[in-house]
């Protein structure tokens, strides 16, 4: 048997591990592995390297993905010729790790092709399974961030927001804001009443505070209006979240006549080596894909819920991102705590 492992889409802590744990698997049962590189390019182009034992030892540590990515080329009108050059590798299948581009893209060869996939993302947004690696990676980055920001803001008596990424789904803030415990949480899910949301700011300043940090999503929505987000033609993703951390400082300044100051995480949220739970989790997502492989199980998808990964159809990550539900317990619990969400 012969297996190829391929990363698609942005990168996230933990693709790493994916690779290592299924490579090991697979040639523990004396399975053929070859590294698909740069994504769906490296189909068409027949770009590969071997994958062994010795190649991916301790790949796990680190961030990024040791097979390169790509978004730039899906399958789309080509699926005759991905499903020729596939074949023309000589695969008996292939794992692949990506989001809901890379699914929906391969949801056209599926019918064609043995395929298992692995969602990740960084957002926490895709729809089919309660958790993605490398959330939880990003969140401990924003986390820290927050409590170090905090350091400045008390010493300068300034207001400091912290911007994550995310999309239009809030997990990243909601989660790395609660674990830092922000004094403001921003979510896309929930209009921004920028009323309230001075008042909230001025009553924790009157009341002894030196200094604030919000935690805002990019997805962020202000006064109304469309998300802010800049046009670049001829990428994948031509929409651009990014830049809410920037007008509100300015508003807020004006509001609260104290020094405010943005910070945009961006990429850094992505290259995080993963921490021990997401090398955990993208251990067993390998293994299991492996596993699976060996038993002869295909065109499935592995989604972690109720506490464990199960097979699911692979049209299931493709259904509208999982945003946040402002009644659930950890938003209720964040406001009782007096952090305004």
Same mark, same amino acid.
Request: hydrophobic share 40%; proline share 2%; glycine share 12%.
């Given at each position: 048997m012969?297996?190829?492992?391929?990363? =698609?889409? =942005?990168d996230?802590?933990?693709?790493n591990?994916?690779?290592?744990?299924?490579?090991?698997?697979l040639n523990?049962?004396?399975?053929?592995v070859?590294? #698909?590189? *740069?994504?769906?390019?490296g189909?068409?182009?027949?770009?590969t #390297? *071997?994958?062994?034992r010795s190649?991916?030892?301790g790949?796990?540590?680190?961030?990024?993905t040791?097979?390169?990515?790509?978004?730039?080329?899906?399958?789309?009108e080509d699926?005759?010729e991905?499903?020729?050059?596939?074949n023309?590798?000589g695969?008996?299948?292939l794992?692949?790790?990506?989001g809901?581009?890379?699914?929906?893209a391969?949801?056209?060869?599926?019918?064609?092709?043995?395929? /298992?996939?692995?969602?990740?993302?960084?957002d926490?947004?895709?729809?089919?399974?309660?958790?993605?690696?490398?959330?939880h990676?990003?969140?401990?980055?924003?986390?820290?961030?927050i409590a170090?920001?905090?350091?400045s803001?008390n010493?300068?008596?300034?207001?400091?927001?912290?911007?994550?990424?995310?999309?239009?789904?809030?997990?990243?803030?909601?989660?790395?804001g609660?674990?830092?415990?922000?004094?403001?949480?921003?979510?896309?899910?929930?209009?921004?009443?920028?009323?309230?949301?001075?008042a909230?700011?001025?009553?924790?300043l009157?009341?002894g505070?030196?200094?604030?940090?919000i935690?805002?999503s990019?997805?962020?929505?202000?006064?109304g209006?469309?998300?802010?987000?800049?046009?670049?033609?001829?990428?994948?993703?031509?929409?651009?979240? =990014?830049g809410?951390?920037?007008? /509100?400082?300015?508003? /807020?300044?004006?509001?609260?006549?104290?020094?405010?100051?943005?910070? !945009?995480?961006g990429?850094l949220?992505?290259?995080?080596?993963p921490?021990i739970?997401?090398?955990?989790?993208s251990?067993?997502? =390998?293994?299991?894909?492996a596993?699976?492989a060996?038993?002869?199980?295909?065109?499935?998808?592995?989604?972690?819920?109720?506490?464990? #990964?199960?097979?699911?159809?692979?049209?299931?990550?493709?259904?509208?991102?999982?945003?946040?539900?402002?009644? !659930?317990e950890e938003?209720?619990?964040?406001?009782?705590?007096?952090?305004? #969400?």
């Amino acid at each position: 048997m012969k297996v190829g492992i391929m990363t =698609g889409g =942005g990168d996230a802590p933990g693709l790493n591990g994916v690779i290592e744990s299924a490579t090991k698997y697979l040639n523990q049962n004396g399975v053929e592995v070859v590294g #698909i590189v *740069d994504g769906f390019e490296g189909i068409f182009d027949l770009n590969t #390297i *071997d994958l062994n034992r010795s190649r991916v030892d301790g790949a796990y540590q680190t961030s990024g993905t040791i097979l390169g990515t790509s978004n730039k080329r899906g399958i789309g009108e080509d699926a005759e010729e991905f499903i020729e050059k596939f074949n023309e590798l000589g695969l008996d299948g292939l794992i692949a790790a990506g989001g809901d581009g890379t699914f929906q893209a391969l949801g056209a060869v599926s019918d064609k092709i043995n395929i /298992l996939g692995i969602p990740k993302t960084i957002d926490n947004d895709l729809a089919g399974t309660d958790m993605t690696f490398g959330h939880h990676t990003a969140s401990s980055l924003i986390s820290k961030s927050i409590a170090t920001l905090k350091h400045s803001a008390n010493a300068h008596k300034r207001v400091m927001i912290l911007e994550t990424m995310g999309r239009t789904a809030g997990w990243l803030a909601l989660n790395g804001g609660r674990a830092g415990y922000s004094d403001a949480i921003l979510l896309p899910e929930k209009e921004l009443d920028m009323q309230a949301f001075v008042a909230d700011c001025k009553e924790k300043l009157s009341n002894g505070r030196r200094g604030l940090v919000i935690c805002v999503s990019e997805g962020v929505k202000y006064q109304g209006k469309s998300s802010i987000k800049k046009i670049v033609e001829g990428a994948p993703e031509q929409e651009r979240l =990014g830049g809410i951390s920037d007008i /509100l400082a300015n508003a /807020l300044e004006k509001e609260l006549s104290v020094e405010c100051r943005n910070v !945009i995480l961006g990429h850094l949220q992505r290259s995080e080596p993963p921490e021990i739970f997401d090398q955990l989790f993208s251990m067993e997502l =390998g293994a299991k894909a492996a596993e699976l492989a060996m038993e002869g199980v295909w065109n499935k998808g592995l989604a972690y819920k109720n506490c464990g #990964i199960k097979s699911v159809e692979l049209n299931e990550f493709c259904a509208p991102p999982r945003r946040v539900n402002l009644d !659930i317990e950890e938003v209720r619990h964040a406001r009782g705590l007096g952090i305004y #969400i």
